[in-house]
């Protein structure tokens, strides 16, 4: 800003100089009337004083200006029984809990340029039950499919507009300019395999094209690089689970149409760029393996999840939170109430914090108990700003907790 100040006063005093010399009989560059060669009698007499006297050189006075209001992490905060709560925001600390003045700054899911948010809508639903008996027994249950399309409002859910239809499209997100939408769209992959592609439109609607994967992948978790120019996947295979070696990796996919580039291995979920371009944040379980193993196989129990941050520069990922612990509890109640899942990481403006949400496993099919987290990139100090009323009783027995429902919570970005 000093900068950009210094030109506009060099440009005005030269625009006042050419309006002078263009336009001689500026009040500019007269007074009362007088020539400029022949200067008003008082001005004449100043001036003979001014060369007989020593003047005071003036202080120069220094303005400071207010420093900026700290950035505040936003999330919203749905009640028990409804759909939509208020956003609120609280300081990185914990303190300071209030509803936020504007929600729509600097989160993801609202277009700055538009003014709207896009979200995924389920457009239908339809199950059947079924039975069968095989060789390991008889079973029973529902079968269904679910119709999902993408879909754009007002802030306050107003002016819904349904974009896509006829298939399973989620995970929508606005470009940094608002004019384009990435989403991921359920369709037909190689040998009749189901895949995941990135899907782009503009944000009325109009198609613009697709990301698919290679013949024996699919994409996940796509995410926009703050320049617009590349988008972020978890790139899966659909043949090897994702925690064996070569399952899973995370990839930049330019939208120029230049090759893909692998940024981390493993399986990186929930990815966030940072504002700076220059690291991700992502979630990723973490396993027990027993025994002497030091690679992952089937059977090996998860103990939760952690946020880790993958630098693009090619070093090596790093866990931030450390959540997860290094061994399979040893009680159901010990499992339900202690396995925390990660998700939703949000980078601050600055880039030196992550904020993140953090649920016991036992209330993710219950709905309700989520904390809001927020932790250094550098995973030194980790903080919990915001805390759900958490399980009054476990049984023993089963592991089952007595969770409220219906609580909503979700990390939105920061102000």
């Known amino acids: 800003m000093a900068a950009l100040g210094t030109a506009t006063s060099v440009i005005l005093m030269l625009d006042l100089a050419a309006f002078g010399a263009i336009h001689p009989r500026s009040s500019l560059l007269r007074s009362g009337g007088t020539p400029r060669s022949q200067p008003p009698p008082v001005l004449a007499t100043a001036a003979i004083h001014a060369t007989s006297t020593t003047t005071a050189t003036p202080v120069p006075t220094t303005v400071t200006s207010a420093p900026p209001p700290p950035p505040r992490i936003l999330f919203s905060h749905s ?30 899911q609202l277009s700055s340029s538009r003014g709207l948010q896009v979200y995924s809508k389920t457009i239908s639903s339809t199950s059947h039950p079924y039975s069968g008996c095989g060789i390991a027994g008889c079973s029973s249950g529902y079968v269904g499919s679910t119709e999902a399309g993408i879909a754009v409002a007002q802030p306050d859910g ?18 940094p300019d608002g004019d384009t939408i990435a989403y991921l769209r359920h369709q037909e992959g190689g040998h009749g395999a189901t895949v995941d592609a990135v899907g782009l439109m503009s944000w009325d609607g109009v198609p613009l094209g697709a990301l698919r994967p290679p013949d024996g992948w699919t994409y996940a978790s796509p995410v926009w690089s703050p320049d617009g120019t590349s988008i972020a996947v978890e790139r899966r295979s659909t043949s090897v689970p994702d925690e064996q070696a070569g399952g899973s990796a995370v990839m930049v996919l330019p939208l120029d149409g230049g090759p893909p580039r692998q940024v981390a291995s493993g399986p990186f979920r929930d990815l966030a760029w ?9 979630v990723r379980t973490r396993y027990v393996r027993y025994g002497t193993r030091t690679a992952w196989q089937p059977g090996d129990h998860p103990t939760g999840d952690d946020v880790w941050v993958i630098p693009l520069d090619g070093s090596a990922p ?19 109430l202690s396995m ?76």
Not at 274 to 281: K, N
């Open 79 to 108: 009640p028990p029984g409804t759909s939509h709560g208020p956003v609120m925001s609280v300081l990185p600390d914990g303190t300071g809990l209030q509803p936020a003045a504007n929600p729509s700054v600097r989160v993801t």
């Open 158 to 175: 107003s002016g819904e507009r349904v974009l896509t239809s006829g298939g399973y499209d989620v995970d929508p997100s606005f470009s």
């Open 274 to 282: 940072s504002h700076g371009g220059r690291e991700l944040a992502g």
């Open 318 to 336: 790093r866990n931030v939170t450390n959540l997860a612990p290094a061994q399979e509890p040893s009680t159901f109640c010990e499992t339900n």
């Open 340 to 415: 925390v899942r990660a998700s939703k990481p949000a980078w601050s403006p600055d880039d030196t914090r992550v904020a993140f949400l953090e649920s016991a496993t036992s209330d993710v099919s219950s709905g309700g108990v989520s904390d809001v987290g927020v932790v250094d990139s550098s995973g030194r100090h980790r903080v919990t700003v915001f805390s759900s009323p958490r399980p009054a009783h476990c049984d023993p027995r089963t592991g089952m907790s007595q969770a409220p429902r219906g609580e909503i919570v979700a990390v939105l970005g920061w102000s």
